[in-house]
């Protein structure tokens, strides 16, 4: 089994940091099956994505793509692209706080709220740019995706569902996702996100992410199926004031796969970045 001890400024691991440039040619767009009605079991209950029944339903139309392989962020042309800015949206006056924070613990040479360093989740959507590759399978439901750093796991569900009621649903750092195809794209819509020790960005530039985070990103299959692109439209009235958008570019990697790891608290407590009092604010 690995072992995952995090870095102190950015939090980075680096597998495979050389990435092949970004190319202009987009693949060809594919038609869109019809949106499917999600399958119910019994006394209402909504049938798994893996159930032989929802998944037979949906195999009759072919889905205009597959991400099914390992995908890389896209730092061929610039190391800080795993960031979601500049440019960062306008903060609000309680976010404000943490980036001044931050930024004073930078220049003072230190980390400010090390939580990533502390095995709490990097959560959505800075799970899916961390410095290592992000495993994806897709079946006719759904999308299971696997980060390497952690080992971190996201779904998105295919199936035709609905997004839990905001009243019971169970919260999560990677939200809850549920997708549909629109021409080319794959719409995802994510929501559902836990509020605590959850940041949209970390290593000198920290803005909160909290429970009324909502994350729309259009996918693509690009440069002939070797690239994967992801446009973010992502909002928060708690913490910034309007619409927050970034793009990336994902490359596909298919000279290594995702590992067991662990990050525990154990070992990482005796790094000076998670716990030094003359290191962490």
């Not at 800080?80 to 931050?102: I, M, N």
């Not at 996201?154 to 649903?169: A, E, Q, S």
């Not at 949209?200 to 990103?217: F, N, S, Y």
């Amino acid at each position: 089994m690995r072992v995952f001890i995090a870095f102190v400024i950015t939090g980075l691991f680096c597998a495979a940091c050389s990435p092949a440039p970004p190319a202009q040619q987009a693949a060809a767009p594919a038609a869109a099956p019809a949106p499917a009605a999600a399958d119910s079991g019994g006394e209402g209950k909504q049938l798994s994505a893996l159930a032989p029944a929802t998944i037979a339903r949906l195999a009759k139309t072919k889905a205009p793509f597959d991400l099914t392989g390992n995908w890389f962020i896209d730092v061929s042309t610039n190391p800080e692209a795993w960031r979601f800015g500049p440019p960062y949206p306008k903060l609000t006056a309680s976010s404000q706080v943490h980036w001044d924070a931050a930024q004073k613990a930078t220049k003072d040479g230190k980390v400010y709220r090390d939580d990533i360093g502390q095995c709490w989740p990097a959560g959505l959507p800075l799970i899916m740019t961390r410095y290592w590759p992000m495993a994806m399978v897709q079946i006719p439901s759904a999308i299971y995706m696997v980060s390497g750093f952690m080992n971190s796991v996201r779904i998105v569900y295919l199936d035709g569902r609905k997004h839990t009621d905001p009243d019971i649903i169970v919260r999560t750092y990677n939200g809850e996702s549920v997708g549909h195809w629109d021409g080319d794209a794959l719409v995802v819509d994510t929501v559902g996100f836990r509020g605590d020790h959850h940041w949209m960005d970390q290593g000198g530039v920290a803005i909160p992410a909290g429970e009324q985070l909502h994350i729309v990103e259009r996918i693509r299959l690009v440069t002939e199926g070797k690239q994967l692109e992801i446009e973010y439209t992502m909002t928060d009235p708690e913490h910034w004031e309007g619409e927050w958008k970034s793009t990336k570019r994902f490359n596909r990697v298919d000279d290594e796969d995702i590992q067991e790891v662990s990050c525990l608290p154990d070992l990482n407590q005796h790094l000076q970045s998670t716990t030094s009092k003359t290191q962490v604010q």
